[in-house]
């Protein structure tokens, strides 16, 4: 009888990440705390092209939501 495995295991191919491994990747880059497994992970399977362009994304969200909270602040306070 074989161990279990455990089903949050990545996939042992060469096959691309999926969007939200990229999402996660992205967003723990983001916040420094991206492990060195996933980092690895990153490099073998992903594509600078996908990383790019998901960083820029979050980076522009980003800003919108610090101006979107800025804004409502000011709003409230009778600014």
Same mark, same amino acid.
């Given at each position: 009888?074989?161990?279990?495995?455990?089903?949050?295991? $990545?996939?042992?191919?060469?096959?691309?990440?999926?969007?939200?491994? &990229?999402?996660?990747?992205?967003?723990?880059?983001? @916040?420094? /705390?991206?492990?060195?497994?996933?980092? $690895?992970?990153?490099?073998?399977?992903?594509?600078?092209?996908?990383? &790019?362009?998901?960083?820029?994304?979050?980076?522009? @969200?980003? /800003?919108?939501?610090?101006?979107?909270?800025?804004?409502?602040?000011?709003?409230?306070?009778?600014?």
């Amino acid at each position: 009888m074989s161990a279990p495995t455990d089903p949050t295991d $990545e996939p042992a191919d060469d096959s691309a990440l999926g969007p939200f491994q &990229v999402v996660g990747s992205v967003l723990a880059a983001a @916040l420094g /705390i991206q492990s060195s497994k996933n980092r $690895e992970r990153d490099f073998k399977r992903g594509r600078i092209g996908i990383f &790019v362009t998901a960083g820029i994304a979050f980076t522009f @969200l980003f /800003i919108a939501a610090v101006m979107a909270a800025v804004t409502l602040v000011l709003n409230a306070s009778g600014h």
